[in-house]
């Protein structure tokens, strides 16, 4: 995929700009993509065991639509945050991690101590360091 980000941004961070190219060897990275948390992206993010999964909330959306990913990641036991779409641009994995701001998140990234309101990078930096 051309034009197209796919770089390890951190020991254990993989910047992807869409979700559609996670790599089995990817398996336990926490995986900062450019997409929005829906449901079709949360099947590309269950095919690989990631060790946190980031999308895009896409402004929420109809009946939550842009965030759904995350109560699909929750049902596996897979932690799952979303950034607010005003504060990184969708299918931009490296504005995500450099201005990224968590809006929502599942019970096991809760659980992890991520939060709503904390800046992406710093987070992960601080809950999941390498």
């Known amino acids: 995929m051309s034009g197209t980000t796919r770089t390890w941004a951190a020991p254990g961070v993989l910047l992807v700009d869409s979700i559609t190219q996670l790599e089995p060897g990817d398996a336990g990275a926490v995986a900062v993509s450019g997409s929005h948390g829906g449901v079709s992206s949360a099947q590309y993010a269950l095919a690989v065991p990631l060790r946190l999964a980031v999308f895009n909330d896409a402004g929420i959306g109809k009946d939550e639509a842009g965030v759904a990913a995350l109560v699909l990641l929750q049902a596996a036991g897979r932690a799952a945050v979303t950034v607010a779409h005003d504060s990184a641009r969708i299918g931009d994995a490296r504005?995500?991690?450099?201005?990224?701001?968590?809006?929502?998140?599942?019970?096991?990234?809760?659980?992890?101590?991520?939060?709503?309101?904390m800046d992406l990078r710093s987070a992960i930096a601080h809950v999941l360091p390498p």
């Open 95 to 117: 504005d995500h991690w450099n201005h990224g701001v968590i809006s929502r998140v599942n019970a096991a990234a809760m659980a992890l101590g991520f939060a709503p309101g």
